[in-house]
Every structure is written in C-alpha cells, then in structure tokens.
C-alpha cells in the first residue's frame, strides 16, 4: 500500500492535491484513501493531506504515521516542529521539497537515511507564475514518483476534480501537474509501497494512567488574560505587511482597530508598530489603510532583505 503524505500552508492548494493524487489513483483502479487534516481554517497556517492506494481493501484508518512519500509544497514549513514534516520518517521514505535548493543541501540539512528531491529542479525552474498552482504541480510529481499513474489517468484527474472552476482553471492546473510529471521522470517509480497492518491478531493497547492535575494546570485557560503571546502565529505567513512610515498619517485608529488579533499597536509618537511574531498575514491592515502605505511583502524577500518582517 502507498502512504503518501502531503504538508503546506493553507492557501496552497494542499487538500485539492491530495483529491487529484486519490482520484488518479482510483482511476488506475486502486482502492483509495484521501483526507485532509487541519487546524484553524487561517491562509498560511500548516495544513496536511493523506493519501492511501492500494490493490487490496484497505483497512487501515486516521492519519499516516510511517509514510512511503512526504511532499512539502513549502519549504518554510521545515523547520517548524508543529508541521511534523519528518515525523514517522523510514529508510525508504522519499521526500519530494518545493525548493530552489538542491536536494543535496537538503539531505544535508535533514540528515536522513530516505532520498530527497526538489520541485521544481533549480535548472529548470520557471517563473513564480506556478506558485499559485502548486497543489497540481505537488500531485503531478507524486503521480510520477510512485511509478503506477500514467500520465492519461493524471490528467483526466485534474479534469474531473477541477471542472467546477472554468476551462481556464482546469487549463492552466492541466500544464503545471504535467510538466511537474516530466519534471521527474528521472525519478519515476523511486517510491515503494510500504507494507499495510493487518486485522488479524490485533490487539488493543493498554490504557495509561494519567495523574490528575487542577483544571488551571490541565485545562486551557480560555478565560485568563494573555496567555496567547504565548502562541507565536507569525510562523503561518507567507506575505508580511510592511508599514512606509514616511508616508503615515498616524491615523492609529484604522489599522490597530482592523487587526483581527491585535497585532498592531503604537509608539510614543503614536506609528503604528507590527508585532511579527503574532502577525498571521491575512492583510486586513493593507486594504483597510486609507493611505496606502501598508504594502505586502513575500516573507523571503523580506527576510532575505534582512528586514522585518
């Protein structure tokens, strides 16, 4: 059976690549399995997507904790432990990054056992014009790395699942997921199908204790002030907003007020200032500015600038 798991932030077209992976799959008439799996419904928090396909029945259910291929659609996830990118990582799992780097600083980087390959291949990487199109890029490759998905059943796939939103929609994910799939051709069917656990015999697990501790210890603290300074969510953003303050008007009110999570407060001189470690990036502070001088930023621009955010 192939455990395939896909990682990226909201906004990136995860779910839709694990439903073109499933749906492909089922028309090389495997059984199969897709999900998504995610948090708060935030663009730029972490988001994942499972995938199962096998001949047989499957039995198996929930999240896939052993899987035979990881794609990470964005390569800033990495590094985050909440995103789990390597969790349940084997000897034979292949990882597939979205990355300008080489595999080989990766593997250097990560320090695994299993092979690393990038998409696109920094050779022959195009224009950002395919970013918001990853998702079908993501399930292009994954056909092509398992080795059982022709390039047919792919397309038809994107078709099928796409055709709500227009021809033109369906036109431009048909050209990303195929040059994706002959992107990898080298690496067609690295991907090994991991082995499924068996019905028979199973036993339940024994029940652990747990000690019992005083709700204010145990419990989330919904009701006491503060406590989500504690939650760092500036790590979803993929575009920072950027505050020109040559051009403020300081008209405090508008930004501070908007900010959905209280991101924004003021100086001495009443500048609005940007706390980026709970800023998630959803822009309401650029279009709400009657001046316009809040500009969205890529965060790697911004921090390659070795500026804020």
């Not at 990226?8 to 495997?30: D, S, V």
């Not at 199969?32 to 499972?50: K, M, N, S």
């Not at 990882?95 to 299993?114: F, H, M, Q, V, Y």
């Not at 709700?215 to 500036?234: D, F, L, M």
Request: proline fraction near 6%; aromatic fraction near 6%.
């Amino acid at each position: 059976m192939y455990n395939i798991r896909f990682h990226g932030r909201g906004g990136q077209g995860i779910k839709t690549a694990g439903r073109l992976l499933g749906t492909a799959f089922f028309l090389e008439n495997f059984e199969v399995q897709d999900a998504p799996r995610y948090g708060a419904e935030r663009r730029g928090a972490p988001i994942f997507a499972y995938v199962r396909a096998s001949r047989k029945v499957i039995n198996e259910r929930g999240i896939i904790r052993s899987p035979d291929l990881i794609i990470v659609a964005d390569d800033s996830l990495i590094p985050i432990p909440a995103a789990g990118i390597l969790q349940g990582v084997r000897k034979h799992t292949v990882i597939l990054i979205n990355s300008t780097e080489k595999a080989e600083i990766w593997r250097d980087r990560l320090n695994i056992p299993g092979q690393v390959i990038t998409l696109p291949l920094p050779e022959k990487m195009k224009e950002q014009d395919g970013i918001p199109f990853i998702g079908a890029m993501c399930a292009g490759a994954a056909s092509r790395l398992v080795g059982v998905i022709s390039l047919t059943c792919l397309q038809e796939a994107v078709r099928t699942e796409l055709a709500p939103l227009g021809e033109e929609v369906v036109k431009k994910n048909l050209e990303k997921a195929s040059e994706a799939f002959d992107l990898t051709d080298d690496h067609s069917g690295c991907v090994a199908e991991g082995e499924m656990i068996s019905a028979e015999n199973y036993k339940s697990p024994d029940w652990v204790d747990m000690p019992f501790e005083d709700a204010r210890v145990s419990a989330p603290a919904i009701h006491a002030p503060a406590t989500s300074v504690e939650v760092k969510t500036g790590l979803w953003r993929t575009m920072g907003p950027v505050i020109d303050y040559s051009r403020c008007n300081r008209c405090w009110w508008i930004c501070s007020t908007f900010c959905p999570d209280s991101a924004i407060s003021l100086d001495n001189e009443a500048y609005p200032q940007i706390d980026y470690g709970h800023c998630k990036g959803c822009m309401i502070c650029v279009a709400r500015c009657p001046q316009h001088v809040i500009e969205a930023i890529p965060e790697k621009i911004a921090r390659a600038a070795g500026g804020q955010p």
